[in-house]
């Protein structure tokens, strides 16, 4: 069953341990600027939107990418980069509109999200559940959910 | 010969410096017989004897700077390489704050495999244009804590 992210930003504290356990994953050292995942300060008080790589259906990443490095992978509902066939050109960096694509300096590669092959570090250790790994059925289940009782409330009262 | 100064050949017509004699050179060729890669040559022509080197064949072994009998070769200048400039392109600036990110090539580029323009941001604020295009497509209303049956 293909799984994936979501984030709700209302219930993030901005703590940052998503960032911590990421890069722990990822790069051995618990170092914020080499996380995946990046918590974004929003411009009221208190909004903090914890942000990765939405694995979009039609990546523009995949598209600009000169050598074709960059693939979905289906089975686990992922965007990933294919670092035998990367040639850190940095196009996939333009061309992300989430600014998700990162670049490192140090190890001159891209990186980005990949769902840390099935088991989300960052869903694992958010204490308030701001990020949840969940099946995409759910998560259509809860949005046709959401809009039904936004509708019932007003046919309800027009019936009354 | 008579104290002719052997002329270096210049290559593409820019500057080829690495090799050099020095007007001590007198074209006794010991040079151009004694390098192992064969990256010396002469030529006689119109009453000159012009000697050439090639870069891209030399391996800097400095072989021809041990035989010179009059010590001509500057060897030196084989080891010194300064950096040229290859090649300058215009940079488009980011939007916001004006930090130069990508050449203006580049950036069209993208532009038309996107099939849109690319907006050129810093890395700065293109974590803040996340935040923009998310709360654009957000859902409308979260969705509720255990919704799920």
């Known amino acids: 069953m293909a799984k994936q992210l979501i984030v709700e930003p209302e219930k993030c504290n901005g703590c940052g341990k998503c960032e911590m356990v990421c890069s722990l994953r990822h790069q051995g050292i618990s170092n914020p600027a080499l996380s995946r995942i990046r918590v974004i300060q929003g411009e009221q008080e208190g909004f903090h939107l914890p942000m990765h790589c939405q694995h979009c259906l039609n990546p523009p990443c995949m598209t600009v990418c000169p050598r074709k490095a960059i693939s979905r992978d289906e089975e686990l509902n992922r965007v990933l980069v294919d670092y035998g066939l990367c040639i850190a050109c940095k196009m996939c960096v333009a061309a992300c509109p989430f600014g998700v694509m990162q670049f490192n300096e140090e190890r001159g590669q891209t990186f980005k999200c990949d769902h840390c092959d099935g088991d989300p570090q960052c869903a694992r250790f958010c204490e308030p559940k701001a990020i949840d790994y969940v099946e995409t059925v759910k998560m259509e289940m809860d949005r046709m959910r959401a809009a039904a009782r936004r509708w019932a409330a007003p046919t309800r009262k027009c019936a009354a | ?149």
């Open chain 2, 1 to 149: 010969m008579g104290g002719t100064h052997a002329q270096v050949c210049r290559i593409g017509g820019s500057q080829m410096s690495s090799f050099i004699v020095n007007e001590k050179c007198n074209g006794c060729l010991a040079c151009v017989q004694n390098c192992p890669n064969r990256a010396l040559d002469y030529r006689d022509h119109a009453g000159k004897r012009v000697l050439m080197h090639n870069m891209g064949l030399c391996a800097r072994c400095g072989q021809c700077w041990r035989v010179c009998p009059e010590q001509a070769v500057e060897f030196r200048h084989l080891l010194e390489s300064p950096w040229q400039e290859v090649v300058a392109l215009g940079l488009t600036a980011c939007r916001v704050c004006g930090e130069p990110v990508y050449t203006f090539d580049y950036g069209k580029k993208v532009s038309e495999k996107l099939r849109m323009p690319a907006e050129a941001l810093c890395p700065a604020h293109r974590r803040e244009k996340g935040l923009r295009v998310w709360s654009r497509i957000r859902p409308a209303s979260p969705p509720s804590p255990g919704g799920a049956r």
